[in-house]
């Protein structure tokens, strides 16, 4: 197991929810998810942290990923233009934030980590880090990557589970 993501775990805590995997959307979409996915996922996924950031899990991200991957296809955004899965060598979206910024893992290549990249619907732009997704979670929830469009994070997170 990576540290990031033991640190992710020590910051978030433990998950309200029972871990569940995401070989449904896997098997749905005829592609396997980055490790580091799988594992903030099937761990946090389909739940909101801090009343902000909500993490798409194995409820939610078929849904979510079929959804934008139609509105790219269609032509709908101008700033969001690469393919989404489950498009064939698509982004991952895994998760939006309460103000509407849509955060997606985009590939770069096999021997690369999937970096976290985001529209950001208030500035209307889009956002890349170059970062793997557990790195750049503990590095925001730290408050060591500083950004403009993300709070001030509480020490103790409130994880709560979607309704439905």
């Known amino acids: 197991m990576s540290s990031s ?3 992710l775990s020590r910051i978030l805590g433990p998950s309200p929810l029972p871990e569940r995997a ?3 959307v896997e098997r749905a979409w005829e592609t396997a998810l980055p ?3 799988q594992r903030v996922l099937q761990r946090y996924g389909d739940l ?3 009343d ?3 993490l798409f899990g194995p409820l939610t991200l078929e849904e979510k990923g079929e959804w934008m991957s139609g509105y790219v296809k269609r032509g709908e955004s101008r ?3 690469e393919p989404v899965l489950p498009e064939p060598g698509g982004m991952l979206h895994w ?3 309460i103000d509407g910024d849509r955060l997606f893992l985009v590939p770069r290549g096999a021997a690369d980590p999937w970096t976290v990249s985001a529209f950001r619907r208030n500035w209307g732009d889009w956002y890349e880090t170059g ?3 557990e790195e750049w979670l503990v590095g925001v929830f730290r408050g060591d990557i500083e950004t403009d469009w993300m709070p001030e994070w509480p020490t103790v997170h409130a994880l709560v589970a979607d309704d439905g």
Request: hydrophobic content about 60%; cysteine-free.
């Open 79 to 81: 700033l969001i233009v």
């Open 35 to 37: 490790a580091e996915a």
């Open 22 to 24: 995401l070989a449904d």
């Open 52 to 54: 902000f950031l909500y």
């Open 131 to 133: 970062l793997p997704l």
């Open 48 to 50: 909101m942290v801090d």
């Open 95 to 97: 998760g939006q934030t």
């Open 5 to 7: 993501f033991d640190e």
